[in-house]
């Protein structure tokens, strides 16, 4: 959502650098980028899911022949685990003989501890190239409104930095509540990004023009 | 790197579609399109990066208050995760008592098999921003390079297609080596998403033009 918000805001804010900048030419390309942005990352998305899921599957096939043909190397690594925790192979033991009653969930105990892996959500993949998808698209449309109904590309760049400092504030606002204890730092990183970002694809574009 | 060379790829083509479109317009929203997106994504990662090192140091500290504070619901805990994996109380018992001797891996041993969470590495914010920054600017620049020397928009776009669909088959190939057992899959899937993402921005344009 905040490249959504960021990436064709800048592009639009770039593109009022041209001298030949028309209302018809920064809509057209904005709409372009968010079009090529939310495919690109949303199918990205899934294809990166889908390969965890891929990556954990395989894993746990190799675990499983592992636990089967060298239950003796397996065994000697969930030990040297354990010694990592200041457990020695004497108190690990009881452990280890109750683990070692249920293959699979001896598997999945390796799968956990030794590879710090956890099974993704089958459904994740899907969830998550639409999450992204529709979060860029939504975020991409807020920085372009206001170009829809400015009389002047100049007017329009003026309410859109005004939208989308207001919506960057707010996003990282909440998305930095649920990840750190710092939300109003974060609200503050958020919309510097997006300035900087726009400041930059100013700059170029001034350059070319 | 696949964002990189994806979405200033489609950018590009898209414009293509656009009447008024000239080689200077294209090089220079592509290149606008570069700047924005290599820092957005970049500071991204970035931001990302160090709020998850944040989440596991501010997790860290409070398994630490409560295995200090309430021990016996901390040990309950892991006799609960133990007993997911086949292990009594009694088995688990030794390796519990010599869990409980140092209270830092104690704590340890929860980050790990309770939240799942490694300590992240302290220069990974910086390395995760510099790396995504400079792939998406090498890899934006590759679609835009052949509009530089082309005669030419249709003749840069056609040359792009074919320059762009060979990073991407190339990228997508070893990517998926390192991710899935099916390269030659990724590789196609790689290029296919951004030949998705060029048409949509291509039409998407015309529709305005």
New interface residues.
Partial sequence: M??GL??PF??AA??CG?A?ATT??I???G???I???S???G??GY?AAR?DA??FD?ERIREQVEVKTVPDIEEKEIYEL?A?????Q??????M???K??HE??V??MM??EL?L?KPDPKRSYISAGTIAISYIIGGLIPLLPYFFAATTLTGLYISIGVTAVALLVFGYFK?KF???RPIL?AF??VL??G???T???F??KL??
């Fill in positions: 905040s490249d960021t990436v800048a592009l770039g593109l041209l030949t018809h030419l809509l057209t390309a709409l372009a980028e079009a090529a942005g495919i690109a990352m199918l990205g294809l390969g891929e990556h395989n354990l990592e925790y200041g457990v020695s004497n108190e690990g033991k009881p452990f003989d109750a683990l009653k249920d969930k001896w999945d105990f956990r501890f710090g956890e930095s990840t750190t204890d974060g990183e958020t990004i997006g900087f970002a726009a930059a694809a100013f170029i574009a070319f023009a």
